[in-house]
């Protein structure tokens, strides 16, 4: 079965980084892999995307400039590394995968917390 697995939150300073990382198993195609975020009473947002296939990339306003999506084929690992952070940028983390194309994701890992403090 397809599990996504995600690891690397954790509390950091206003300003300072972090990287995510999202391990993808039980799975040999896919098109896009996603991360998505969501903070305490708000709506789940889109963060950055990347297309398997050829590793375009797409991000968020509110990230773009800051936050960079990367894939490690060998590991079947994506990464989200993030500088820049703000106290906005405090949530859970989520991995997504979408399996066929239609941006509509199928698959979802249970989410790692960021915490940035001012």
């Known amino acids: 079965q397809v599990q996504l697995a995600e690891s690397g939150g954790g509390l950091v300073q206003a300003g300072g980084s972090l990287t995510l990382s999202c391990i993808v198993s039980g799975v040999t195609y896919t098109s896009t892999m996603a991360w998505f975020r969501q903070a305490p009473g708000k709506e789940l947002d889109f963060v950055a995307r990347i297309r398997w296939s050829d590793r375009t990339t797409r991000y968020a306003d509110s990230v773009k400039g800051r936050f960079t999506i990367s894939k490690d084929n060998a590991r079947n690992t994506v990464y989200l590394q993030m500088n820049s952070l703000k106290p906005d940028d405090t949530a859970v983390y989520s991995c997504?995968?979408?399996?066929?194309?239609?941006?509509?994701?199928?698959?979802w890992g249970q989410g790692t917390q960021v915490t940035v403090s001012s």
């Open positions: 997504a995968l979408d399996l066929r194309g239609t941006e509509r994701y199928d698959y």
